[in-house]
């Protein structure tokens, strides 16, 4: 079955540093997502991407967060200057063209230390 | 009025019992209610979904009961077994509007052997 593969499983940071979390959405997938869950709390939807420009973003994903599909395949969230906050599991999902179920990856734990 | 409100925390049952979690939304504009299954370590993986149109919905032992009048709405699994053993999560989501997905809390269901 197809998935969305997501990269690293784990990334440790120090405050301040540039982060960029990687996703491999399913490929025939045209809708993009980027949502986290902090530890113990609820998944948060961050940003929707369609058609190589965001379609929708929530009030936490502000200046320091961007998002890119750089060659088609990948699709990448970038955090310019970390913060402790930030520390969360990052998920990434995507939706196919009938617009019906986002399929989630298995996350990127960051530690921003 | 975007929340998804989740109950409970945390839920035990014996092996073979029956595991009810319930959700209230205030959103009358949601209009797709999927339920989601994640595994330590793991994306949210979607388990069942209903629109408001239909006031139960079955898959196997996993079975939604919807009442759009008192805006809740539950996931009762039948013949819970130890593989059931998981964080469920109630969502929703504005079909026409938007994509992103609104989470409850989640809960620990944890089934006894």
């Known amino acids: 079955e197809p998935e969305v593969t997501q990269t690293p499983s784990h990334q440790v940071t120090q405050m301040g540093q540039e982060v960029i979390l990687r996703c491999v959405p399913i490929?025939?997938?045209?809708?993009f997502y980027w949502y986290r869950q902090i530890l113990g709390q609820k998944v948060e939807f961050l940003v929707s991407?369609?058609?190589?420009?965001?379609?929708?973003k929530s009030e936490i994903f502000d200046d320091q967060f961007s998002v890119e599909r750089p060659d088609g395949s990948n699709f990448t969230l970038k955090i310019r200057s970390t913060k402790l906050e930030d520390s969360a599991m990052y998920f990434c999902?995507?939706?196919?063209?009938?617009?019906?179920?986002?399929?989630f990856g298995a996350g990127t734990r960051l530690s921003v230390l | 009025q975007q929340q998804v409100k989740q109950s409970p925390q945390s839920l035990i049952v014996q092996k073979g019992g029956i595991s009810i979690i319930n959700c209230a939304y205030e959103?009358?504009?949601?209009?797709?209610f999927p339920w989601y299954q994640q595994f330590p370590g793991k994306g949210p993986a979607l388990l069942i979904a209903?629109?408001?149109?239909?006031s139960e919905k079955k898959e196997g032992r996993f079975t939604i009961s919807f009442n759009k009048s008192a805006k809740q709405f539950s996931l009762h699994i039948m013949d819970s077994q130890p593989g059931d053993s998981a964080t469920y999560f109630c969502?929703?989501?504005?079909?026409?509007?938007?994509?992103?997905?609104?989470f409850g809390k989640g809960t620990r269901l944890h089934i006894l052997p």
């Open positions: 490929s025939n997938h045209l809708y």
């Open positions: 209903i629109r408001p149109d239909v």
């Open positions: 999902a995507s939706m196919g063209p009938g617009k019906n179920i986002q399929y």
């Open positions: 969502a929703a989501r504005e079909d026409f509007r938007d994509d992103k997905i609104i």
């Open positions: 959103n009358t504009a949601f209009d797709y």
């Open positions: 991407f369609y058609n190589n420009e965001i379609s929708e």
